[in-house]
């Protein structure tokens, strides 16, 4: 999603792009710099890749203060009319913005009248002309508070005045930081940009806003100036002794090491100590809720805690659950997932469970997020920066920590004590399998328009995951079913040679899973199984490839299910010439609903 990157100090145009370059891990699809100096304001923009906006900027003499931008299209198509910085009538004001303004029809419809023209589909000129429009009877931090105030949905801004020699932000519900060393200072959507920059940082809280010149930082609520302390930067992140061509494949490998990392993490006590606040008597269900990969995390996670503790567990689809209108109070408790923790659907869904008086914990990869902050507590899943769009990494250890999660429960409710030897054995044991065979399979696989995965109970879950990462980074179609579905509808989409992969990994259900598998076989289909079970050589006859993982005894399995797939999908999408970190019209991290 879009990303924003504000400078002051000399020869800006440098460090704005190479600030730009780290958040393109989020998505983007245009970008724009505004660069200024005493007098001058001059404004690039392009459509497509940082380099291109690299390519046409020109240096401003004596620049002195800048701000960036990169876009995610969500109103008006992605071209350089609608790329950021957007400017007012008069020119005077320039400003980049991530989220959504809600109200930007009416607030839009009233300039009109007032006799302001738009040049962009983009709900984010109207700050700038609402800003010019305020300006007419104020200074520019009231023009600021003033437009602010007119504003309802998500917006972190920063914004520059041509006569004016300060770097302003605002902050409220979407995320922006502030950094200063001796010299200079950043403000930032996302803190990877103080890499390099400053140790420390100021989290800005929602509806502040404030300004930067070259002595000070200074922060503004509703009632006035206000003293924030800074944090500190703490980017966990795995060295890699290979050098890999793409992030993803890099993060797929940083698995065992998550793991290690993650156990090393909830070994010691007092990391347990936070639920001692949760009141488990009054704890009658559990709601877990998080969305695409990390809704694949709670279906696994609330199976999981169900069997250890027997209480009611669900999972939900954040966007759903919000107007689901869930039965959820004082007796629930939302277990809300998420790798950047500002998923705005998880965070509404956070929202909702607080207004309704549930207990929450965030599962989160992101340790200085809204979702970590925010919840009542809060499990890390220590798997370091993740880059890639497809999550590969934090899956696994999303799974992990739910896996954790549920022993936790398991001691707080009395019924037994916490131990981590499952996850112990799997960190001992950990494979990522033979890359070779996954390579052939990733050949095969590419020339396919669809493909089918089918499951039953966990298996499903990891077959919802499988066909996620492949659609997501090779466009395939894949379709997931539970396999006793196949006979209700599907199987009229079986032609010869249609694969079929088949999750085989729960002993209780595999002969009837193989039995529907073959139901497809019988059609024409070519099965490719996974499973951790030894078969007979004429039974796999039947399949047209086997990927053996190795059997993790219980609710740890589907961490081993799903590598391969990973793999499989990495390569899948590099036959195909698909650059598998930026999968095309997806974001890193999505913070609008
Ligand atoms: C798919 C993927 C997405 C995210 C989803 C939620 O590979 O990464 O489906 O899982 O957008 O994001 P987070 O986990 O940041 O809340």
């Known amino acids: 999603m879009c990303g924003i990157v504000g400078f002051l100090g000399d020869n800006p145009e440098k460090i704005l792009i190479d600030r730009l370059k780290k958040l393109e891990y989020?998505?983007?699809?245009?970008?724009?710099?505004?660069?200024?100096?005493?007098?001058?304001?001059?404004?690039?923009?392009?459509?497509?890749?940082?380099?291109n906006l690299e390519n046409i900027i020109k240096t401003t003499e004596n620049a002195c203060l800048g701000i960036g931008h990169t876009r995610w299209a969500t109103h008006g198509k992605p071209d350089e009319i609608n790329a950021h910085p957007h400017l007012s009538s008069d020119g005077k004001w320039i400003v980049v913005h991530n989220g959504i303004i809600e109200n930007y029809l009416t607030l839009k419809d009233k300039l009109v009248n007032d006799g302001y023209n738009?040049?962009?589909?983009?709900?984010?000129?109207?700050?700038?002309?609402?800003?010019?429009?305020?300006?007419?009877?104020?200074?520019?931090?009231?023009?600021?508070?003033?437009?602010?105030?007119?504003?309802?949905?998500?917006?972190?801004?920063?914004?520059?005045?041509?006569?004016?020699?300060?770097?302003?932000?605002?902050?409220?519900?979407?995320?922006?930081?502030?950094?200063?060393?001796?010299?200079?200072?950043?403000?930032?959507?996302?803190?990877?940009?103080?890499?390099?920059?400053?140790?420390?940082?100021?989290?800005?809280?929602?509806g502040y806003y404030g300004f930067a010149d070259?002595?000070?930082?200074?922060?503004?609520?509703?009632?006035?100036?206000?003293?924030?302390?800074?944090?500190?930067?703490?980017?966990?992140?795995?060295?890699s002794e290979t050098t890999f061509k793409h992030f993803m494949l890099k993060e797929i490998y940083e698995t065992a090491p998550s793991i290690k990392n993650i156990l090393e993490h909830y070994s010691l006590k007092n990391n347990r100590k936070q639920f001692d606040k949760i009141d488990f008597s009054k704890i009658k269900k559990f709601k877990f809720v998080g969305c695409g990969?990390?809704?694949?995390?709670?279906?696994?996670?609330?199976?999981?805690?169900?069997?250890?503790?027997?209480?009611?567990?669900?999972?939900?689809?954040?966007?759903?659950?919000?107007?689901?209108?869930?039965?959820?109070?004082?007796?629930t408790l939302v277990v809300l997932v998420s790798q950047s923790g500002e998923?705005?659907?998880?965070?509404?869904?956070?929202?909702?469970?607080?207004?309704?008086?549930?207990?929450?914990?965030?599962?989160?990869?992101?340790?200085?997020?809204?979702?970590?902050?925010?919840?009542?507590?809060?499990?890390?899943i220590k798997a370091g920066v993740e880059v890639g769009v497809a999550s590969t990494k934090a899956y696994c250890a999303q799974l992990a920590v739910l896996y954790i999660f549920s022993q936790?429960?398991?001691?707080?409710?009395?019924?037994?004590?916490?131990?981590?030897?499952?996850?112990?054995?799997?960190?001992?044991?950990?494979?990522?399998?033979?890359?070779?065979?996954?390579?052939?399979?990733?050949?095969?696989l590419k020339y396919n328009d669809r493909i089918f995965m089918i499951g039953r109970g966990v298996d499903y879950y990891s077959a919802l995951e499988a066909s996620l990462k492949i659609k997501e980074t090779s466009y395939i179609n894949s379709d997931t079913y539970y396999a006793g579905e196949l006979k209700h509808g599907f199987l009229a989409l079986i032609e010869n040679d249609t694969y079929v992969i088949v999750f085989a990994t729960d002993?209780?259900?595999?002969?009837?899973?193989?039995?529907?598998?073959?139901?497809?076989?019988?059609?024409?289909?070519?099965?490719?199984?996974?499973?951790?079970?030894?078969?007979?050589?004429?039974?796999?006859?039947?399949?047209?490839?086997?990927?053996?993982?190795?059997?993790?005894?219980?609710?740890?399995?589907?961490?081993l299910n799903i590598v391969p797939w990973q793999i499989i999908a990495y390569y899948t999408s590099i036959f195909k010439g698909i650059n598998p970190d930026k999968p095309r019209n997806l974001a890193k991290s999505v913070t609008v609903e």
């Open 26 to 51: 989020r998505g983007y699809d245009s970008a724009g710099v505004a660069v200024k100096s005493q007098n001058k304001v001059n404004i690039f923009k392009s459509k497509g890749e940082i380099k």
């Open 507 to 559: 002993k209780k259900v595999l002969s009837k899973t193989i039995s529907n598998a073959e139901e497809a076989r019988a059609r024409g289909a070519k099965l490719i199984l996974l499973t951790c079970f030894d078969f007979k050589p004429h039974e796999l006859d039947n399949f047209h490839y086997v990927i053996k993982v190795k059997n993790a005894n219980g609710p740890l399995q589907s961490i």
């Open 214 to 239: 070259s002595n000070n930082v200074k922060f503004f609520d509703k009632l006035g100036e206000v003293q924030l302390s800074t944090s500190e930067l703490d980017l966990c992140e795995f060295e």
């Open 343 to 380: 998923t705005a659907d998880t965070l509404a869904a956070l929202e909702l469970a607080r207004q309704k008086g549930a207990y929450t914990v965030a599962i989160v990869n992101v340790e200085y997020s809204t979702l970590a902050k925010c919840a009542d507590c809060y499990l890390p």
């Open 293 to 331: 990969t990390a809704y694949h995390a709670c279906l696994v996670g609330s199976d999981m805690l169900e069997e250890k503790t027997n209480v009611e567990c669900n999972a939900y689809v954040a966007s759903e659950f919000r107007y689901s209108n869930p039965k959820i109070g004082e007796d």
């Open 118 to 206: 738009f040049y962009s589909e983009t709900d984010t000129e109207i700050i700038a002309k609402l800003l010019e429009y305020y300006s007419k009877s104020g200074s520019t931090l009231d023009a600021i508070k003033n437009t602010v105030n007119k504003l309802n949905g998500s917006f972190a801004l920063c914004i520059l005045h041509k006569d004016d020699n300060h770097l302003f932000f605002v902050k409220n519900r979407s995320p922006l930081y502030v950094a200063k060393n001796a010299d200079n200072v950043m403000v930032a959507s996302d803190v990877v940009c103080f890499k390099g920059f400053s140790e420390e940082y100021y989290n800005i809280p929602d």
């Open 408 to 444: 936790i429960i398991y001691e707080k409710m009395g019924l037994g004590s916490f131990n981590l030897d499952d996850l112990e054995n799997l960190s001992k044991n950990f494979e990522y399998g033979n890359v070779t065979e996954f390579k052939l399979l990733a050949d095969a």
